[in-house]
């Protein structure tokens, strides 16, 4: 990848001591040495004093980690963005308080032409059901609002904005006192996002990628597509990160393709990949995922998008072209469909050509032994978000609700993925969950299903070195001398080294294991605090008074 003009390094020589740096090259390591945005050296305090006179600034790390900058595999950055500086309903305990807050919005906020607010989240309510539109119309006082559903694959909105979208109500999905799905969620979502202006649109997407940098993530994975945003959205988010200082972006676009014109049109827009949230199926909060067998509170299996038909031929035009293909699916059906249309490319274009092009799955919830062993088999990258399993996971959790205790407790597999060789990638699918890479380590690491936790190194790795891993690139995201410089640096605890067996964590602590320590990520315990993130050997991030 060519650096942008906004990732070049001012070519200083930094060195960094006194601290701890978490590398693979030499687990005892407190001194860094960065060089034209790479790392030139690690090792220990004494050797650091033989670079002190020949470099132009040492950084005195008073005893505070080093790390690779984390990578968020799965972000809406202007989604994202929106969430944070617009209406944000994730604290709402009761429908009543979700209805307060929208009404507080509308009436501290006179001048906007729509109102779009995120993060609402009725199985989290006692009245276990969402605003009725009766009810938004009066909090909302005749303005158009769009509210997505804390998974955004269903909303509710206020009649003011169907009048902006002629034909909805014949539109799949529509329902008259009832979230929206399907091609009507879409519809009134491109409605409400194409009343943001440009200038709303792009402070909406430093505010999220300023938010990364604060939270030590130096690259995220935007994932975007025609069903999600737009072309405008997409290329401008990548103009801002190629010219401003911040995270990197590698921007994925979720469009199905046939055939090499196609896939030259997902260069010109300057993605990486024809991947990302390429729907195969919906989500279980909406009851969209699709199922081999019915929800246990709903008398279908969801919906499927895509066929494997259709998945085997945008695979092969994108392995052809030699691109990224990639899909949403989260349903054991939808998983099962990817699967076989993956194989089925396989037949035509040969294993080896399929495995090397590193496809990529999302969320990939319900998974089984067969699936998990196709996966290993092809070669595909799971870019997964273990906040989900916090959130929704466990016997009381969202998940059981939907699918009954039994099925729930099989979702997010990390451990059996790990032990079958598939490559991890975490992430957060952002504004669905908040940007928080260590909550990411911490929810994987003591998944509510313990037979599916890992070790805390494992997660750490995949949200660093996986993610990297996702792209393409072998080369990043660890502290090893040829690396980017790409770094976080953070105020945290005594370092540990956890597993999800005891036995293994009594004795991988002791320092003659010659295991990186990371910080002790026991739920209740303080995550770290990020006091700087560098991308390129370029600081992006300085937390302040310090």
Same mark, same amino acid.
């Given at each position: 990848m060519t650096e942008s003009t906004a990732l070049q390094s001012d070519h200083r020589t930094v060195l960094l001591r006194g601290g701890d740096v978490h590398s693979p090259a030499d687990p005892f390591a407190t001194a860094m040495v960065v060089e034209r945005g790479h790392v030139a050296w690690v090792g220990s305090e004494g050797a650091a004093d033989?670079?002190?006179?020949?470099? +132009?600034?040492? #950084?005195?790390?008073?005893?505070?980690?080093?790390?690779?900058?984390? *990578? +968020?595999?799965?972000?809406?950055?202007?989604?994202?963005g929106l969430a944070l500086t617009g209406l944000d309903l994730s604290g709402a305990r009761t429908l009543a308080d979700a209805l307060g807050l929208v009404r507080a919005y509308v009436n501290s906020h006179p001048g906007e032409r729509v109102v779009l607010g995120h993060g609402w989240d009725a199985t989290r309510w006692p009245e276990q059901r969402p605003p009725s539109r009766a009810e938004l119309d009066a909090a909302a006082?005749?303005?158009?609002?769009?509210?997505?559903?804390?998974?955004v694959h269903s909303a509710v909105v206020t009649t003011a904005l169907l009048d902006l979208v002629p034909g909805v109500t014949a539109l799949t999905g529509y329902h008259p006192d009832a979230p929206l799905t399907g091609a009507a969620h879409h519809a009134v979502r491109a409605a409400a996002h194409g009343a943001v202006t440009p200038r709303q649109r792009a402070e909406a997407q430093r505010a999220a990628l300023a938010q990364a940098a604060s939270l030590g993530i130096g690259t995220v994975h935007e994932c975007?597509?025609?069903?999600?945003?737009?072309e405008e959205d997409f290329t401008a988010l990548l103009k801002i990160a190629a010219e401003q200082s911040g995270p990197r972006v590698y921007g994925y676009w979720a469009e199905r393709?046939?055939?090499?014109?196609?896939? %030259? @049109? #997902?260069?010109?827009?300057?993605?990486?990949?024809?991947?990302?949230?390429?729907?195969?199926?919906?989500?279980?909060?909406?009851? *969209?995922?699709?199922?081999?067998?019915?929800?246990?509170?709903?008398?279908?299996t969801g919906t499927a998008h895509l066929d494997a038909a259709q998945i085997a031929a945008h695979v092969t035009a994108c392995t052809e072209a030699g691109l990224q293909a990639g899909f949403h699916a989260i349903g054991d059906a939808a998983v099962s469909a990817v699967v076989a249309g993956v194989r089925a490319a396989s037949e035509t274009l040969g294993l080896a050509r399929i495995r090397a092009a590193r496809h990529r799955v999302e969320h990939a919830?319900?998974?089984?032994?067969?699936?998990? %062993? %196709?996966? %290993?088999? =092809?070669g595909l990258t799971a870019s997964v978000q273990p906040a989900f399993d916090a959130a929704w996971g466990g016997p009381d959790g969202m998940y059981a609700g939907r699918l009954g205790a039994e099925r729930a407790g099989t979702l997010n597999p990390y451990a059996a993925l790990l032990r079958a060789g598939?490559? =991890?990638?975490?992430?957060? +699918?952002?504004?669905?969950?908040? =940007? +928080?890479?260590?909550?990411?380590?911490?929810?994987?690491a003591f998944h509510r299903t313990p037979e599916h936790r890992i070790s805390v190194r494992a997660g750490f790795t995949a949200h660093t070195r996986g993610g990297w891993r996702a792209v393409g690139r072998d080369d990043a995201g660890v502290l090893v001398p040829g690396a980017p410089a790409d770094y976080a640096v953070w105020r945290t605890g005594e370092l540990v080294v956890q597993a999800p067996d005891d036995r293994v964590s009594r004795w991988s602590t002791d320092? @003659?294991?010659?295991?990186?320590?990371?910080?002790?990520?026991?739920?209740?315990?303080?995550?770290?605090?990020? =006091?700087r993130t560098v991308v390129f050997g370029q600081t992006v991030y300085v937390r302040p008074n310090e």
């Open positions: 033989a670079f002190a006179s020949g470099v +132009d600034e040492v #950084i005195d790390l008073e005893g505070a980690l080093v790390t690779p900058a984390f *990578t +968020d595999s799965h972000v809406h950055t202007t989604s994202t006082a005749g303005l158009p609002v769009y509210l997505p559903r804390v998974d975007a597509g025609p069903e999600i945003s737009d393709i046939e055939d090499a014109k196609g896939a %030259a @049109r #997902i260069r010109e827009l300057g993605a990486v990949g024809a991947a990302g949230d390429l729907f195969v199926d919906g989500s279980l909060g909406s009851h *969209t995922a699709f199922l081999h067998e019915p929800y246990a509170d709903a008398p279908h919830e319900m998974l089984t032994p067969e699936t998990i %062993a %196709a996966f %290993a088999e =092809l598939v490559p =991890l990638a975490f992430g957060s +699918d952002s504004p669905v969950t908040p =940007l +928080d890479p260590w909550g990411t380590v911490r929810a994987a320092p @003659r294991s010659g295991t990186p320590g990371l910080p002790d990520l026991t739920p209740g315990s303080e995550l770290p605090v990020c =006091l």
